[in-house]
């Protein structure tokens, strides 16, 4: 069974930066995509990055561009989201899943994952 283990959650100010990891395997990161979403309460899943690990393609979110980095250490088996000038609207549960490889253009829709982390919650409040 294929594990994505997200951590680095936590309460934040806003304009504070966080940085979540997912832990994988190389297997993981090898054959699939590791992508972002997002839910806070009472919304949808959103999409908010994914990294393809064996070309380093990346995608964002448009509303998120500028402020959130994805990045992957293949030493680590360990992919990344560094979260910058953070705001009270970017409070939710993040979540860490994997897609087949080739769907590198729905990597930031919620449908054909194929596995889900169990997330990390993230509060931006004063």
């Known amino acids: 069974q294929l594990q994505l283990v997200e951590s680095g959650g936590g309460l934040v100010q806003p304009g504070g930066s966080l940085r979540l990891s997912c832990a994988t395997s190389r297997f993981t990161l090898d054959y699939y995509l590791i992508a972002w979403f997002r839910q806070a309460p009472g919304k949808e899943r959103e999409g908010v990055s994914c990294i393809r690990s064996n070309d380093g393609n990346t995608y964002y979110a448009d509303s998120l561009k500028g402020r959130f980095t994805i990045s992957r250490d293949n030493a680590n088996n360990t992919v990344y989201l560094q979260m910058t000038s953070l705001k009270p609207e970017d409070t939710a549960v993040y979540y860490c899943?994997?897609?087949?490889?080739?769907?590198?253009?729905?990597?930031?829709?919620?449908?054909?994952?194929?596995?889900w982390g169990k997330g990390t919650l993230i509060t931006v409040s004063a």
């Open positions: 899943a994997a897609k087949e490889a080739s769907l590198l253009g729905l990597c930031l829709s919620p449908v054909r994952v194929d596995y």
